[in-house]
């Protein structure tokens, strides 16, 4: 192995800590809304009359006639009289506003399907209004199993969602059976008895992030997460008598003016008739994507998941593409970049191609360097790495122009080139591979990690540093042979390119691997870190696998230089997280209420679910992610770890772990066996592994 190539240029970056994609399995949800907190200041525009533009509600109010508005407040005048009274007894006790609260829901629902009943009536009789498509549903369970890659997500659930109607079937209406799936839900509602509950209440601050507006973005973030292709997620937020409309997007949250349900009524039963029929689109979907029937999926896909058609990306002016299958990766942030990756196929229009690709969106900052740009700055070949098919900014056609989709954009503001904004950004890539922790041997998880280690050094002789490796950006091959590894790195859009890398033309790879029906569709989520280099490119990566010196200048907001040694030491907490993963699911298969599984869970949530950087750090040095299976640690779990995992492993996560204790001092002088991470060293130790346990 060659030395390390002199540092190509300044890593160094201030690090601020943000709500990134949360890992699913995290111990505490108050810790995770506390970061929402955080993360929302200064990024909630109050007051913002374009929401009720976007939204349309002012046609919507033009539709309403005097006569019908002044019968309407007649005809609910008990309604009216209840809700008051709630509202006044929570305002005058604070302690019942919970039970009051959920004895509103019952009136608010009369009212909500009054609305739409009479909204339904008017578009019949009159052709020119948009008919009512959706209904407001009280909050239900979520179906905790029934999406793999939400499994894990927090069970909270807004207290009305809006989803599409349907007919009845076995006595429940589909939309009842459809709001316990968060990607069946268009939007949500919220409800508080109290106005100063409300998200700017009389006398408050400037610059408070209530607690409405956090519960409500901590909603639509696990909305944007689960429905498929949805760009900002919209909210009605009801506090005692008043009410606001939210939309919830990658750049924050924007709030309509505040009005009174009794005192604005008209503009009310707007907002009601325009959450139920505006079109898909402003409600937050993505306009490059078509949904297919669920017949037309199944025949296309085979598989019983609702397939969608992707317009052309990139410079591959006519190809579109078939969605296959649920997501295999979806973030779970707000402000982060949101990506999501799918398999997809090339769309024949009758049939789907053989071949099978990854296709990647995520949003990208304006000042950042396209991710596609990254891939075609890469000179030669690494079988470990994944290989750009084509790629490039979301477009959408807008009458005779076509536009980027940006939250500016969303948002109706002018396309200024010096404002930063968020750009949705879209990738093919190949091959497709299956998640690190699902290997079927160690050694085939070693020799995966090998593979990504050595396209990792590939990049870093080109001065390409990754600066995100983490447990998601490693997959494993589905034909190792064709592939000619058994593992390969991707997700390169936090990599660091040098200043005078020069840009290739995109050329279209087939694949050589096909997808395996066996690969289990997966949520791995992470914490994230957000940081602006000094060439003013925003950064981020996994902080459930960051190094523990960048976790330390994270938490005394220091500017520390990001390293190849940095992103070395992240492979070690890869290792760690993934055999772990691996005996989590195990575990849970043989029984989900067992003492193993409990045991697991608890080593996972200890080792990989914190939140708060004094304990992720504290875990961290005393090698917690890796010791966790070692003798002293393993107790009544013995048994259960020698079945599981061979001696060798064992012995590995062991050498790491005692190497993360002799890391606090890092004085070679005085612990000879201190390791100094290297590609050398590290390829060595993951070298030795798989050619002495084969």
């Not at 049939?351 to 990254?374: H, N, Q, Y």
């Not at 690494?382 to 290989?387: D, M």
């Not at 190949?430 to 990690?449: A, F, K, N």
Request: proline share 5%.
């Amino acid at each position: 192995m060659s030395s390390d190539p002199p540092n190509p240029g300044s890593h160094v970056s201030p690090r601020k800590v943000f709500l990134g994609a949360l890992e699913n399995l995290s111990s505490d949800h108050d810790s995770e809304r506390k970061f929402l907190k955080d993360e929302l200041s200064g990024k909630v525009l109050y007051d913002d009359v374009r929401v009720f533009t976007r939204l349309k509600v002012d046609a919507y109010a033009a539709t309403l006639d005097d006569a019908y508005v002044l019968k309407f407040s007649e005809n609910h005048v008990d309604e009216r009289d209840a809700l008051d009274k709630l509202v006044s007894g929570a305002e005058r006790q604070p302690s019942t506003r919970n039970k009051r609260e959920v004895e509103m829901y019952p009136h608010l629902a009369v009212i909500f399907n009054d609305i739409i009943r009479d909204h339904r009536s008017a578009a019949q009789q009159n052709t020119t209004i948009r008919p009512p498509t959706r209904c407001f549903v009280k909050g239900h369970q979520l179906l905790p199993e029934e999406e793999h890659h939400t499994i894990g997500f927090p069970t909270v659930n807004p207290d009305f969602t809006i989803t599409d109607d349907g007919p009845s079937g076995n006595g429940v209406r589909s939309s009842e059976r459809m709001a316990r799936l968060w990607r069946h839900r268009s939007a949500f509602v919220e409800v508080k008895p109290a106005k100063d509950q409300g998200p700017k209440p009389a006398g408050s601050k400037p610059d408070t992030i209530h607690d409405l507006v956090v519960q409500s973005a901590d909603y639509a973030r696990l909305h944007m997460s689960s429905r498929p292709f949805l760009l900002f997620s919209v909210g009605l937020l009801i506090f005692g008598s008043q009410f606001c409309v939210g939309i919830f997007d990658r750049g924050g949250v924007m709030l309509s003016p505040v009005y009174d349900m009794w005192e604005d009524i008209r503009l009310f039963i707007a907002v009601i008739r325009s959450l139920a029929s505006v079109d898909s689109q402003d409600l937050g979907l993505d306009p490059s994507v078509r949904l297919l029937g669920d017949e037309d999926g199944i025949r296309l896909t085979g598989v019983d998941y609702p397939a969608h058609i992707i317009d052309p990306i990139g410079i591959d002016a006519t190809t579109k593409w078939c969605t296959v299958g649920p997501p295999l990766w979806s973030s779970i942030s707000l402000l982060g970049r949101g990506t999501v990756i799918w398999r997809v196929r090339k769309y024949l229009g009758q049939k789907l191609s053989d071949e099978e690709f990854v296709m990647k969106t995520a949003w990208r900052s304006s000042k950042r360097d396209k991710e596609s740009d990254i891939y075609t700055s890469i000179k030669g070949h690494c079988a470990g790495l994944s290989r750009l098919v084509t790629g490039g900014d979301v477009l959408v056609h807008v009458g005779s122009k076509t536009e980027r989709i940006t939250v500016r954009y969303l948002r109706r503001e002018s396309d200024d080139p010096q404002a930063e904004t968020p750009v949705l950004h879209r990738l093919i890539l190949t091959p497709v591979g299956r998640p690190l922790w699902d290997y079927r041997s160690d050694t085939e998880l070693l020799q995966g990690l090998l593979d990504a280690l050595e396209a990792h050094e590939f990049l870093w002789k080109q001065q390409i540093l990754h600066r995100d490796v983490s447990a998601g950006n490693i997959l494993l091959a589905q034909d190792a042979d064709a592939l000619g590894a058994a593992g390969f790195l991707h997700d390169i859009e936090f990599a660091h390119m040098p200043p005078d890398a020069e840009l290739s033309t995109l050329e279209h790879v087939a694949p050589v691997t096909k997808y395996n029906d066996n690969l289990r569709p997966v949520g791995i989520t992470e914490i994230a870190i957000r940081r602006r280099t000094t060439f003013q490119t925003q950064r981020g990566a996994a902080l459930t696998f960051m190094a523990v010196e960048l976790l330390q200048a994270a938490q005394w907001k220091q500017a520390i230089e990001h390293t190849p040694e940095h992103d070395i030491e992240s492979f070690i907490w890869v290792l760690g997280y993934c055999v772990l993963r691996k005996l989590y699911s195990e575990a849970y298969a043989i029984k989900q209420s067992g003492y193993e599984y409990m045991s697991m869970r608890k080593r996972f949530s200890k080792a990989f679910g914190q939140l708060a950087l004094d304990n992720i750090i504290e875990n961290r040095n005393s090698g917690g992610p890796v010791r966790w299976c070692n003798a002293k640690e393993a107790g009544p779990m013995e048994p259960f770890f020698q079945d599981h995992i061979s001696e060798p492993l064992r012995d590995l996560l062991q050498h790491y772990g005692e190497q993360a204790l002799l890391r606090l001092f890092r004085d070679p002088a005085k612990n000879p066996d201190f390791e100094t991470l290297t590609h050398h060293t590290m390829t060595s130790k993951f070298y030795n592994f798989v050619h002495t346990t084969v």
